[in-house]
């Protein structure tokens, strides 16, 4: 059964970067056929996917944030990473990672929140 954990500071500036870690137990980050993502759920609005890193290595972003997303992954420590710079207070949420099965997220983190504030 798959595992996924965020880890990062729960607290960031705004304007400063974002990074969030999320490690994976139970499956391979490289196993064919599966992508890895993160999502973000605002305290008033509903999931927002922010982007995937398959386990080719490619990644792929949601359009309006993609200018300041960067997923990245270590495969030697089955984790990837999410760095999203120059944050915003309207950007606190719960950030979450999860695994994708075709279109679909089917295996989720538990989340961790993320508060943008001086």
């Known amino acids: 059964q798959v595992q996924l954990l965020e880890s990062g500071p729960g607290l960031v500036k705004p304007s400063q970067t974002l990074s969030l870690t999320c490690t994976v137990s139970g499956d391979s980050i490289t196993s064919s056929g599966f992508a890895w993502g993160w999502i973000r759920q605002h305290p008033t609005k509903g999931l927002e996917w922010i982007g995937d890193?398959?386990?080719?290595?490619?990644?792929r972003y949601n359009s309006f944030l993609q200018a300041r997303t960067s997923i990245s992954r270590d495969t030697a420590k089955n984790q990837f990473t999410l760095q999203l710079i120059d944050v915003a207070p309207e950007e606190s949420a719960v950030y979450i990672c999860a695994r994708r099965t075709g279109t679909y997220f089917t295996d989720w983190g538990q989340g961790t929140q993320v508060t943008i504030s001086s």
């Open positions: 890193i398959f386990s080719t290595g490619n990644t």
